[in-house]
């Protein structure tokens, strides 16, 4: 694993400072806590000691309580790296746990699920809607649900696990999906489209760009997508060798893919500007991160918190 994956692997990094600051905890519970305390101790019984010979030799010491807690609390302070330690451990541990096993927050890069999601979106992933796994290995513990067609779904991209990538399921295992003409059939079903406003796409800086928008119904799941015009239906030059490639079958007016068990066929709903399983292969169970369902903030766009359709 090289520095770019580590750096990049927020959970790993959580969890390393999660096992640090958790052994620094616990020994310091355990162990350090006891050296003190017998530390303390000694130097308290010195101390009466010493107090006890002066008065015998006719001295008179200072043996009030404040002078004896100051004794006792400076030996019994926690050095400053155990302090933060043991301060830092419930937090992080909480992080990581929720992080790990409930909701993981994402940031939209792309204009790839545009207008679904909007460049900027800052996301909640349920992380055991499609079953528990373990951090860091993401191998599954606990089967719950499958992904469903229509939901949209963080996964680790195939071609790079360091990275996340957010699509529209639209083929689970055994489906038939043909992409012709910039329309879907799913299972030999022409998958529903109606027609909407055009949507002014200005994601783009250098120009504005209205591109033509429709509701699609994917087995019952209502949602928005996008067509660019001017684009082809598939770009064949761009499409690389992938696993169970096999399954697919290219043309100029678009593809036909079997998904392969275990497997899942991913879109954006931007449909003319999103790399997406069309063009580097299948989505395996094993790369799931979890089910994207709520915009919880845009820092240019307020507007924009709300569920995920």
């Known amino acids: ?39 303390a101790d000694r130097a308290l019984a010195e101390y009466d000691a010493h107090l006890a010979r002066q008065t015998s030799n006719g001295i008179v010491g200072d043996g009030s309580p404040a002078k004896r807690a100051k004794i006792e609390a400076d030996l019994l302070r926690q050095p400053t790296w155990v302090e933060y330690s043991g301060s830092f451990f419930p937090v992080i541990a909480l992080v990581f746990c929720l992080r790990s096993f409930l909701y993981e927050p994402f940031k939209i890069p792309s204009s790839s699920m545009v207008p679904t999601l909007l460049v900027g979106d800052l996301i ?29 779904m963080v996964f680790k991209y195939p071609k790079d696990m360091s990275q996340d990538y957010i699509k529209r399921v639209i083929g689970v295992p055994g489906d038939k999906i043909t992409y012709e003409n910039k329309r879907l059939t799913v299972n030999g079903k022409a998958i529903e489209y109606t027609a909407l406003d055009d949507y002014l796409d200005d994601e783009n ?4 760009v209205y591109k033509k928008q429709f509701k699609e119904n994917l087995s ?15 770009n064949l030059g761009d499409v690389r060798e992938f696993p169970h490639s096999d399954a697919c079958t290219y ?38 991160v979890g089910k994207a369902f709520f ?15």
């Open 1 to 39: 694993m090289n520095l770019q994956t580590i750096l990049g692997n927020f959970a790993l990094i959580l969890f390393v400072l999660m096992v640090v600051t958790g052994v620094i905890w616990f020994l310091d519970v355990f162990y350090l806590a006891k050296q003190r305390r017998a530390a």
């Open 124 to 152: 909640l992933v349920n992380k055991f809607t499609y079953g528990i796994r373990l951090p860091i290995l993401n191998q599954k513990v606990v089967q719950l649900n499958d992904p469903q067609r229509g939901d949209v």
């Open 205 to 208: 800086n250098e120009r504005l």
């Open 220 to 234: 019952g799941v209502d949602h928005r997508i996008l067509n660019d015009e001017r684009a082809a239906n598939i």
């Open 251 to 288: 043309r100029y007016e678009g593809f036909t893919c079997v998904v392969p068990e275990g497997n899942y066929f991913m879109m954006g709903d931007n449909r003319d500007n999103s790399a997406d399983s069309r063009y580097w292969g299948f989505v395996p169970d094993k790369n799931i």
């Open 295 to 309: 915009v919880w903030m845009n820092l240019g766009n307020p507007k924009r918190i709300g569920s995920i359709h």
